[in-house]
């Protein structure tokens, strides 16, 4: 059952999440990551397509780690390589990129194929290191900086999209102004910002440093008052361009 309007279709490929990111609930919800089999996702995706989605966009708790639990490392490239010669299908749409795992390989495929969108949802969080080993993300700010590098040089045309966390516990004005330069120097196409969420089953709610909400919003705000400058930047750049 869809709940979208039938060009466009949600197709989950995985459920659950292995990660342990300190503010996360979601694997005390959802459980321990479980992919769905590629032959099952390509006859679902053969399915959506037969009744008329054009459009599918590949959703999972963690989709860069497509596949370890069922084949023993991650076939994400496999999959796409599959699903992008689904005959009468236009576009697909890739979110919820963890930044690990993503090789050469699932690169180029991204690069090179017919019908995958050159857009890319990678959350990230944070920026700075120190929150970042606090958070338990397990990719620092180097590796990120060098991964966002290569996807922009090797992907034509790249849309590159974040979502940034403000007022996670112990932040601190410093390291939220580290987190606004990144953003400024960075020009995400598209950015979003919550504000951290206390929730307390999750390792997070016991660390020192909680910041009020007003902080909290603050910082939020500011973010998404630079990104707005971004955004409209780049909306005022296609003016003139024909898409498909």
Same mark, same amino acid.
């Given at each position: +059952? ?19 990111? /300190? *503010? ?7 459980? =321990?990551?479980?992919? =769905?089999?590629?032959e ?13 989605t ?10 860069? !780690? &497509?596949?370890?639990?069922? !084949? ?8 796409? =390589?599959? +699903?992008?010669v689904?005959? @009468? ?8 990129? &963890? ?17 995958i ?5 990678? $959350? ?15 990719? $620092?700010?180097?590796? /990120? ?22 007022g996670? $516990? @112990? ?16 020009? *995400? ?6 504000? &951290?969420?206390?929730?307390?089953? #999750? ?10 909400? #007003?902080? =909290? ?22 003016? @003139?361009?024909?898409?498909?």
């Amino acid at each position: +059952l869809r709940i979208t309007p039938p060009h466009v279709a949600y197709l989950k490929i995985s459920e659950g999440c292995d990660r342990l990111c /300190t *503010f996360c609930a979601i694997p005390q919800m959802r459980g =321990k990551h479980a992919s =769905k089999p590629i032959e099952e996702i390509v006859s679902e995706a053969r399915q959506l397509v037969a009744s008329g989605t054009r459009e599918l966009i590949l959703v999972a708790q963690d989709t860069t !780690y &497509y596949g370890t639990d069922l !084949y023993g490392e991650p076939r994400l490239t496999e999959l796409l =390589k599959q +699903l992008d010669v689904v005959d @009468g299908l236009d576009w697909i749409r890739l979110m919820y990129f &963890y930044p690990m795992y993503i090789d050469d390989t699932l690169i180029d495929t991204i690069s090179s194929a017919e019908k995958i969108l050159p857009y890319i949802d990678m $959350p990230l969080q944070h920026i700075n290191d120190d929150l970042l080993r606090r958070m338990a993300r397990r990719v $620092p700010r180097r590796e /990120t900086e060098a991964l966002i590098d290569k996807l922009r040089d090797r992907i034509p045309g790249l849309t590159l999209r974040t979502t940034l966390i403000t007022g996670f $516990p @112990g932040e601190t004005d410093s390291q939220f102004e580290e987190l606004a330069d990144f953003v400024r120097r960075r020009r *995400f196409e598209r950015l979003g910002v919550f504000t &951290y969420s206390y929730e307390d089953s #999750t390792p997070s709610a016991r660390l020192a440093g909680q910041l009020s909400e #007003t902080i =909290k919003r603050d910082r939020r705000d500011e973010l998404m008052r630079i990104q707005q400058e971004i955004a409209f930047a780049w909306s005022a750049a296609q003016i @003139g361009r024909q898409q498909d």
